[in-house]
């Protein structure tokens, strides 16, 4: 019998190609449609992979990534037809990295159609380093993470933020943003609550609007970075705290039926104009919905976030739904939730009959091939999410101008003006809990601690000596101290694989050991405590022992020493309730914001200095 499809395929890959879709005088739908008439069935499953590629420190075309399975560069453009890409690591320099994005577009420019690659990223603005959930700033601003912005709740600071990553991005070519990240933080164990704005719905919804206004503008347009806003319909309850990348934290679970409110927040980045949705890798236990992936599930996909909300931009799945892979030398499943035990192909076509138009973190194109030459998956339904995937490229006018201007990225990615305002966010974040002498007499009692003088004998530890000697003498022992500065990071548990610790999951308690320790300090000298709370910490077993308590959420050694000192003002608010045990964690539902009992501190308590 003769292969209808892959005659029709040969029939267009060899007449000659109709240049009007790079008219951009043409009304963009024009344009989409005089494309997609053009391009075979290869081209089209190109567009529906979008997966980690490398760049290389020096500009050059990366020749892939074994820790990670990566080919070259060409084998994804070239070999596999593939044009949308997630970035992994940095260069040293901006020009480096608008010169390899310009290296990757000059060769998408030599495919018979020429289709410019849409490139992506995790957020690299903050201090975070996890190679699957964000990346360190590098030449980029640095700034608070999310959850820090949302303690600064200020929504034109974080139209701000979105408006200066946005010129950052635009300026090395990447065009698409993977977040923002509006979850609710309802579960205090969960590892992912850092990017997100914290547990409130309002909030949330408020900053996640406002953070997309600045990447992409009042519309999505030549001078937008797109946002694929996650993770619908909201990731915050996972069982116990565990994350769904592992197979322990695949259960999202809703013991006070609150599976609605944690759709409040998508609701405000609807009305915002979000371009892409991405689905979470959870599965709902006891809700109307199958008890499958989010990624998979056609009730959620085209029930809830299609016909429902209206949205018809683009949905990409998380990465990795549908393949086993190993990084870093250790085996890494597919988080095919629900549906472990459908083979590779039949995931494909459940994820494809949900109504998603992206597989994240895939690239078998030839197995999307295969399905539409079978009959299990019509080209009919291939090109309803081809025309999504093409209109973005058109809008974002990757066709009419592809390049970036190296010289001009020099310029423009961390400039002394963001730089500044990327500095006056962490500062502005910096949380203060406690600030009254401890141990005082009479006459002193309630004294505040802070602001510190300038000049003191320091004892630090966590903090640059050479940094911490601007502001006063740095002393080896606490001993010799006027007062001791000690930052730590909220406590987790280390797990059994390299990948999962850059999670951090699990009790909230610190060690005994580390409890000590703040407390022989706080007994030796007058001591001031900064928690980098990437989750909420308990604190109750040292709240009591140092003069002072603050928190950051992403922030500098100067940004910390210039609240200290008060040289700057303090002005975050905690984006969550800090939790007074971990029964009390223990008990609470992990679906309901502001449920453990009796917090040590509620959400919104912050000190002046």
């Known amino acids: ?84 890409f997630n970035v992994m690591g940095s260069a040293p320099t901006a020009e480096l990295m608008a010169t390899w994005h310009n290296a990757l577009q000059q060769l998408a420019a030599t495919t018979r159609l020429g289709i410019p690659v849409t490139i992506s990223t995790d957020p690299r603005h903050s201090f975070s380093d996890n190679p699957l959930a964000g990346m360190m700033a590098g030449p980029f601003s640095s700034w608070p993470e999310s959850i820090g912005l949302a303690a600064i709740r200020d929504e034109d600071v974080v139209e701000r933020f979105g408006d200066i990553a946005r010129r950052e991005y635009l300026a090395v070519g990447i065009r698409l943003a993977l977040h923002p990240q509006i979850d609710l933080a309802t579960e205090p164990r969960w590892g992912r609550q850092v990017a997100t704005f914290g547990e409130d719905p309002e909030l949330t919804g408020a900053l996640g609007a406002a ?56 609701e405000a980045a609807f009305e915002a104009g979000t371009s892409q949705i991405m689905p979470y890798y959870g599965m709902p236990v006891g809700t109307p919905h199958e008890e499958v992936g989010f990624g998979f599930n056609k009730s959620v996909i085209t029930g809830l976030l299609r016909e429902r909300f209206g949205f018809d931009g683009i949905v990409c799945t998380d990465w990795g739904l549908i393949s086993d892979s190993e990084i870093m030398g250790q085996p890494f499943p597919a988080r095919a939730w629900g549906v472990e035990d459908l083979t590779p192909r039949e995931r494909m076509i459940k994820i494809i009959e949900a109504g998603v138009d992206q597989f994240g973190g895939e690239a078998i194109p030839e197995m999307l091939i295969e399905l539409v030459q079978s009959g299990d998956v019509s080209e009919a339904r291939l090109d309803e999410s081809a025309r999504r995937l093409l209109r973005e490229k058109f809008v974002l006018g990757l066709f009419d101008a592809p390049l970036v201007d190296v010289e001009k990225a020099g310029r423009v990615v961390g400039s002394a003006e963001f730089r500044a305002a990327g500095e006056a966010a962490q500062r502005a974040s910096i949380t203060v809990l406690t600030n009254t002498l401890q141990n005082a007499t009479a006459s002193d009692a309630g004294t505040p601690a802070l602001p510190l003088a300038r000049g003191l004998k320091l004892y630090v530890e966590g903090i640059d000596a050479a940094v911490a000697a601007e502001y006063g003498t740095v002393v080896a022992s606490p001993a010799e101290a006027d007062v001791a500065v000690i930052r730590i990071q909220a406590p987790f548990e280390v797990r059994d694989t390299f990948f999962e610790n850059f999670f951090h999951q699990g009790s909230l308690d610190f060690t005994d050991e580390a409890i000590a320790h703040v407390r022989e300090l706080a007994a030796a000298v007058p001591t001031v405590l900064d928690v980098h709370l990437d989750r909420p910490a308990i604190l109750t077993p040292i709240i009591d022992a140092p003069v002072a308590v603050v928190a950051n959420y992403g922030a500098n050694a100067r940004a910390l020493l210039d609240v200290l000192t008060g040289a700057a003002e303090p002005k975050g608010k905690l984006p969550f309730d800090l939790p007074s045990s971990m029964a009390a964690v223990e008990a609470s539902r992990e679906d309901v914001p502001f449920d453990t009992k009796d917090p040590l501190f509620r959400f919104g308590h912050g000190l002046s200095v």
């Not at 890959?13 to 997609?36: K, M």
């Not at 529906?48 to 490398?54: G, K, R, S, V």
């Not at 116990?240 to 197979?247: K, L």
Request: no cysteine.
């Open 1 to 84: 019998m003769t292969d209808i499809t892959n005659t029709t395929s040969d029939a267009v890959a060899t007449a000659p190609v109709d240049p009007t879709y790079r008219d951009a005088t043409l009304p963009t739908d024009e344009r989409v449609e005089n494309l997609l008439a053009q391009m075979t069935l290869e081209e089209k499953a190109g567009l529906f992979f979008q997966t980690m590629i490398t760049m290389t420190e020096d500009g050059e075309l990366s020749q892939g990534d074994p820790s990670f399975g990566l080919p070259a560069n060409e084998v994804f453009v070239i070999d596999k037809g593939m044009n949308h």
């Open 211 to 266: 953070y997309i206004r600045g990447f992409q503008g009042e519309s999505l347009g030549s001078d937008s970075v797109a946002t694929m806003t996650k993770h619908f319909p909201g990731g915050g309850p996972q069982m116990n705290g565990e994350d769904a990348h592992f197979a322990y934290g695949r259960e999202q679970v809703y013991p006070g039926d609150q599976f609605e409110l944690h759709l409040k927040p998508f």
